[in-house]
């Protein structure tokens, strides 16, 4: 079955660290994005990529970083400048522009200890 | 600046009732909207997609509705279950951007 993997599910990070999310799909999407979820708010957008070693900030891209290599992957990491980065990140993949509809994966929660 | 409102921001009822969410736009120029359903922990998941001559469309017992003048969306559930229970989001894609527009959603708790 065709679908968007994002792992690990939980993730704890000490302070100063950077950690790397990982999100793969098979579905043979060109576009890719990463977005941010805090309770209360909606998805607020940190990286996409329309296109393999192609990429665009979003609106909340200070902190992160990302690849796109591949076509499958689209990585992210949060590096240790971002100094709230608790919450829930989704990944999502789309065959076009985000009016084709996103494909989502399960999500990773990022929590600072 | 396109914007997408969702009301209420959460919602409880009893088990087999019905309910109405809303979601008020203001992108242009205007491509579709999509409603969401996303379960706690969970990605979300589509519902339902909706294009500019579109007034109405079904998804079992999830029915979106479309004003394309007044710039509104509706989500009906007929019959809730408690498996309802999630939130719904609205999102509305502009043929000018690339990057839809998403609402903050709609909690809806179904109690037994």
């Known amino acids: 079955d065709g679908g968007i993997t994002q792992s690990p599910k939980y993730l704890f990070r000490k302070e100063g660290q950077n950690v790397t999310l990982s999100c793969e799909q098979n579905l043979n999407h060109d576009a890719m994005y990463w977005y941010r979820q805090d309770p209360g708010q909606g998805l607020r957008l940190i990286y996409y990529?329309?296109?393999?070693?192609?990429?665009q900030k979003g609106d909340i891209a200070e902190g992160y970083s990302v690849s796109r290599e591949k076509k499958e992957s689209f990585p992210l990491t949060v590096t240790s400048a971002q100094k709230n980065p608790t919450a829930f990140y989704l990944c999502a993949s789309s065959i076009g522009g985000g009016d084709a509809g996103y494909t989502f994966g399960s999500g990773t929660r990022l929590t600072v200890v | 600046k396109n914007q997408v409102e969702q009301s209420p921001q959460s919602l409880i009822i009893l088990e087999g009732k019905n309910c109405t969410l809303q979601?008020?736009?203001?992108?242009?120029?205007?491509?579709?909207l999509r409603w969401y359903k996303q379960d706690t922990g969970r990605g979300p998941v589509s519902l339902t997609i909706?294009?500019?001559?579109?007034n109405t469309k079904s998804n079992g017992r999830y029915t979106a509705t479309l004003d394309a003048d007044t710039k509104q969306s509706s989500l009906h559930i007929t019959a809730s279950q408690l498996s309802d229970s999630a939130s719904y989001i609205c999102v509305v894609s502009s043929s000018g951007s690339y990057i839809p527009t998403f609402g903050r959603g709609t909690s809806l708790i179904v109690h037994p």
């Open positions: 909706m294009t500019f001559s579109e």
């Open positions: 990529s329309q296109i393999v070693n192609d990429f």
């Open positions: 979601c008020n736009y203001t992108v242009s120029p205007f491509s579709n």
